[in-house]
């Protein structure tokens, strides 16, 4: 048989399989789908700025660490650990701004209404309903690890919206080679969805923040601290070195020092001149005195003289004292220090003149002019009290000097160890500012290798759901039991070892089929079924009519396998047509017109006539029907099998054909040889009969287009031609 016919036919026979079968599986996933949820899907783009990015000093990231950037992100926006307090803020948002007969942005009243119905009342009176962030709070301190607990359980398992098996939903993928990470998820609430997708992005944010900045941000802030106390303890030693300075009169040791050695050189320089010159002085009116004898004596006793003489020691002290302990470059500017030069001119002018006022004597005892010999001797003596009041004045200056040197050395101590304190206070500090700028570069330069995940597409509410996909159930339904019911019956069709139609028939058994027979099983076309089974004898005497041989019975011998196949059945539809036909029919049965059991002239036979005669009282018949017993209970002489014209073997096409089956026919195939030897189907389908005699009655529209469908009349018309 052609392919194409037989697939058409295997699609013909399990029609009503298919129409009944598919239509039933379709309508249960209407009604199985009637109340299926609406669901809606929100999208966010980000753009991680990972591949594009370059470091401070040019370089690009790696593929590798590109890919295994992408990766990480994903594995957290996919981590149970953020799912967890995403379930917590979606929680958070419910209670806070939830209301039981009014959708909003944030959940629909519905579901809001389901989300009481579950919540425990502790756990509602944890809800602030003005400030989300508090509620966020005491959920927080709320949860703890126990399968009693709310909060844990409502995320641990299965849910909708808050478990964690619902938020697997969530989908992060990166688009292509680019830098942007697609963010989707679904679920049936729009509001929820919108906020998951947005609380995912926030705390992917944070989450890769915290992972990818937190090390160099913790040694900035190491650092930082470092550096404060290095500005401390710098600060410290700079203070300590200030107040010791302050304490001690220290304004730079080095300088100091060094005017305080010159002070010193120029002390004694000075006070050695004045040495000399008091020397010279005490000398000199040393001289005078014993020249001048008894007259010396009485100018020096002179009143005016000696109070001259000792205001003249005082304004020397003062303006020696003043020339030391104030510096050149003030000397000028100093107005005290000219009115005591001044008075102290004034002072030796007066000594001057008490020396010309001592006119009393006008020659000493050696006869030398007194006059000369007075001022020469009251220069002497005002010398000799400037020099002492000089030498006096040195002399405590130096001793000044000395006590400062006695203070400046173990300043010097001092401040040198501060100094090297405060230079190694200042070398760590330095350290810790360039380690905090590294630090810093390095943070930068993270910044510009990994940007900052920006949002270029935020979520937005879903105005729209995505159709609850209840058509492409249905439709999946229909031709999901189309296919399942085609690959079920084709499944059969090549492992059934029932009979059922010629083709597999002849396969199993090895016997051509001439022909089927209705039989008594098919209830729809009972009122037809005396006709179709007249039409299916009728074919199948056609078909025997040409081993009918004039002049001689034809023998056909009727053979099954077992009791029941309905041989005598079909041989009284044989028998009515033939004699229809004119045609005399005598029916020889097993067991009735001779035995079979324990009878050894049927076993031995060699022909019909060893163990069955006709009678002479009958006429001799144009047609013998031989109705043997069962091949499964009985022995069948072959002899008289190959005498006859014709072997039906009838079968019921029901029935299974086991291998005994094919055991038991082989050794009569092989001794029948050459004679004909047919299967004859019974209680056949009518597809199968309808595969012989054509369409049987009734002769309905809609039964004729798909047997001619079934036979491939694709463009056949009926239609009488003149």
Not at 219 to 247: G, M, P, S, T, W
Not at 531 to 544: D, I, P, S, T
Request: with cysteine.
């Amino acid at each position: 048989m052609d392919i194409a016919q037989y697939i058409s036919l295997f699609f013909y026979r399990i029609r009503y399989w298919l129409l009944w079968g598919s239509l039933l599986v379709t309508i249960l996933v209407i009604y199985a789908t009637q109340y299926l949820p609406f669901s809606y899907t929100v999208e966010s783009s980000i753009y991680a700025g990972v591949s594009t990015s370059v470091s401070l000093n040019g370089s690009t990231m790696s593929g590798s660490v590109v890919v295994g950037t992408f990766e990480n992100l994903i594995n957290i926006a996919k981590s149970r650990g953020l799912h967890k307090k995403v379930s917590l803020r979606l929680l958070a948002n419910a209670y806070t701004y939830g209301e039981e007969w009014h959708d909003n942005r944030y959940i629909q009243a519905k579901h809001y209404r389901q989300l009481l119905e579950i919540t425990p009342k502790e756990v509602l009176n944890l809800a602030d309903r003005k400030d989300v962030n508090k509620t966020l709070a005491n959920l927080t301190a709320y949860q703890k690890e126990d399968p009693a607990n709310f909060i844990y359980a409502i995320f641990n398992r299965p849910g909708p919206f808050y478990s964690a098996y619902a938020l697997e939903e969530i989908k992060a993928e990166r688009i292509g080679s680019s830098d942007i990470l697609n963010i989707s998820y679904t679920s049936a609430d729009p509001g929820i969805t919108q906020q998951t997708v947005e609380i995912v992005i926030e705390e992917l944010q944070d989450a890769y923040e915290i992972l990818r900045f937190k090390s160099t941000r913790d040694v900035i802030a190491y650092f930082e601290e470092q550096v404060r106390l290095a500005q401390i303890r710098l600060n410290e030693e700079e203070d300590k070195l200030l107040h010791y300075c302050i304490d001690h009169k220290v304004i730079n040791y080095y300088e100091q020092s060094e005017a305080l050695a010159g002070v010193r050189y120029a002390v004694d320089d000075r006070y050695e001149e004045a040495m000399r010159t008091y020397a010279a002085a005490v000398s000199t009116r040393k001289m005078l005195d014993d020249k001048m004898d008894v007259r010396a004596e009485i100018i020096r006793n002179n009143t005016n003289l000696l109070r001259e003489l000792d205001h003249i020691s005082q304004l020397n002290q003062k303006i020696t004292e003043k020339e030391i302990f104030v510096s050149d470059s003030l000397d000028i500017y100093s107005e005290q220090l000219k009115k005591d030069r001044v008075e102290l001119k004034k002072a030796e002018e007066n000594v001057s003149n008490i020396a010309d006022n001592l006119n009393e004597f006008n020659f000493s005892k050696e006869g030398v002019g007194i006059n000369d010999m007075v001022i020469e001797w009251l220069s002497a003596l005002v010398n000799e009290a400037k020099s002492g009041a000089e030498m006096r004045v040195l002399e405590d200056r130096r001793r000044d000097v000395f006590r400062q040197f006695a203070d400046m050395s173990p300043v010097g101590t001092m401040v040198n160890r501060m100094e090297r304190s405060i230079g190694i206070a200042e070398d760590n500090y330095r350290n810790q500012i360039n380690g905090l700028a590294d630090a810093h570069l390095q943070l930068k330069n993270l910044e510009m290798n990994t940007s900052n995940l920006q949002i270029t597409s935020p979520p937005e509410y879903p105005l729209t759901d995505n159709g609850r996909k209840r058509l492409l159930y249905v439709v999946l339904a229909f031709f999901g039991s189309l296919f399942f019911i085609t690959f079920y019956f084709l499944l059969i069709e090549l492992l059934d070892r029932t009979l059922r139609d010629p083709l597999r028939s002849k396969r199993l058994t090895g016997l051509p089929v001439i022909a089927a027979f209705n039989g008594v099983s098919n209830l729809k076309y009972r009122g037809f079924l005396k006709a179709c089974n007249r039409m299916a004898a009728a074919y199948c005497c056609r078909r025997l009519n040409q081993y009918i041989t004039p002049g001689r019975p034809t023998i056909i011998n009727l053979l099954s396998m077992e009791h029941g196949e309905g041989k005598s059945y079909l041989t009284r539809y044989f028998t009515n047509h033939w004699t229809e036909e004119g045609l005399t029919v005598r029916i020889v049965e097993a067991g009735l017109d001779f035995l079979y059991e324990d009878n050894p002239a049927y076993i031995n036979a060699q022909k019909l006539n060893d163990f069955w005669q006709l009678n002479e009282a009958e006429t001799v018949p144009n047609i013998i029907l031989v109705e043997y017993p069962p091949l499964h209970d009985a022995t069948v002489p072959l002899a008289v099998l190959k005498e006859g014209d014709v072997n039906l073997l009838v079968a019921n096409a029901s029935r299974l054909w086991r291998i005994n089956d094919s055991n038991t026919i082989r050794p009569i195939k092989e001794a029948l040889g050459d004679a004909p030897m047919f299967l004859y189907l019974n209680n056949a389908d009518r597809e199968v009969v309808e595969s012989f005699t054509g369409e049987l009655p009734p002769h309905t529209r809609i039964h004729t287009f798909f047997s001619r469908l079934a036979q491939l009349g694709l463009t056949a018309k009926k239609a009488a031609v003149r």
